[in-house]
């Protein structure tokens, strides 16, 4: 909540979903520029998350969200292609400048 909180408030469009699984389904039919996510999640990791998106749609921007007992899943996550590491707990303003690099990578990415 805190998080579609935050990026609300700067007017970003936000949907959510309650597990890995319904994200999945969720990117399958729309079209996404950025996914948060956890790497703890019910159903289907951030991880496995991370897997789907960049085989099937790639130019999406992931940022996962982590903690400290978590090392081994962020190397994965960093070698498949994971644009930003937030690590838990974070401040808002870490949340913000994670989205802002992906908006400005995918804005690169887009013209070129």
């Known amino acids: 909540e805190l998080i579609i909180d935050i990026l609300v408030a700067k007017k970003f469009d936000v949907k959510e ?4 699984k ?3 389904s969720m990117i399958a039919i729309q079209d996404f520029h950025i996914v948060i996510t956890d790497i703890k999640m019910p159903l289907l990791n ?3 998350l991370l897997h789907y998106v960049k085989r099937t749609k ?9 903690g400290f007992s978590e090392v081994t899943e962020t190397q994965e996550a960093y070698e ?3 644009r930003e590491f937030l690590l838990k707990p974070f401040r808002k303003e870490d949340l913000l400048a994670a989205v802002e690099k992906c908006i400005s990578f995918f804005r690169k990415q887009s013209a070129g």
């Open 46 to 48: 951030g991880i496995e």
């Open 17 to 20: 979903a309650e597990n890995g």
């Open 80 to 82: 498949l292609g994971a």
């Open 22 to 24: 319904r994200a999945q």
């Open 58 to 66: 790639p130019k999406i921007n992931v940022i996962l969200m982590t």
